[in-house]
C-alpha cells in the first residue's frame, strides 16, 4: 500500500526526524533566550537551527548512506541541498532584512497618522551559523539513524 511504503522509506523518516528535531529545538532556544513559550516557532519559517537545511542534508546523507557517495541520487539530493542551502542565507535572508527596513518605514509613517499599519513577516531567511547548524543537525541524525539499523 502507498502510505506503508513512504512509512517505509528509510531517507524520508530520518529527514522527516531532522526537522521535528530543528523545530522543536527553535521552540526550546525561543524559550531559554525569552522566557516565553512560543509554539508559533515550531511551524515558523527562519532562525536556529534551519529546519530546511537539517531536512536536506539529513535526506542527501541517507541518500548517500544507502545508495552510495558516487550514486546519481546522491548527486541529485545533494545538488538540491545546496541550492536550499544557498536559498536560506541568501535570497530568504534578504527578504527578511527588506522586510525589517519596509517595517520600520510603515512604523514611522503609521505613528504620523498616514497609513494604516501591516506589519511584514521578518524572521524568514537564516544567518549562515544557522544554516550550518542545520546541516550538522541533518548530519548527526541520518549518521545515527545509520548506525542504530546497521
Same mark, same amino acid.
Given at each position: 500500500m502507498f502510505i506503508i511504503e513512504i512509512l517505509n522509506?528509510?531517507?524520508? !523518516?530520518?529527514?522527516? =526526524?531532522?526537522?521535528?528535531? &530543528?523545530?522543536?529545538?527553535?521552540v526550546l532556544l525561543e524559550y531559554l533566550t525569552s522566557q516565553r513559550l512560543s509554539l508559533v516557532r515550531f511551524v515558523g519559517a527562519g532562525g536556529m537551527p534551519s529546519?530546511?537545511?537539517a531536512f536536506m542534508m539529513a535526506l542527501s546523507t541517507s541518500v548517500g548512506l544507502t545508495e552510495g557517495w558516487g550514486s546519481n541520487m546522491y548527486a541529485i539530493a545533494l545538488a538540491i541541498t545546496l541550492?536550499? !542551502?544557498?536559498?536560506? =542565507?541568501?535570497?530568504?535572508? &534578504?527578504?527578511g532584512k527588506q522586510a525589517k527596513?519596509?517595517?520600520?518605514?510603515?512604523?514611522?509613517?503609521?505613528?504620523?497618522?498616514?497609513?494604516?499599519?501591516?506589519k511584514l513577516k521578518e524572521?524568514?531567511?537564516?544567518?549562515?551559523?544557522e544554516v550550518i547548524a542545520g546541516a550538522l543537525l541533518g548530519i548527526g541524525i541520518s549518521l545515527l539513524f545509520f548506525?542504530?539499523?546497521?
Open positions: 522509506n528509510w531517507s524520508l !523518516m530520518v529527514a522527516l =526526524t531532522a526537522w521535528l528535531v &530543528a523545530q522543536s529545538l527553535k529546519s530546511h537545511t541550492v536550499v !542551502m544557498y536559498d536560506a =542565507t541568501g535570497v530568504r535572508r &534578504a527578504t527596513l519596509i517595517n520600520e518605514l510603515v512604523d514611522e509613517i503609521f505613528y504620523q497618522g498616514e497609513l494604516k499599519q501591516e524572521l524568514i531567511g537564516h544567518t549562515p551559523f548506525s542504530i539499523s546497521s
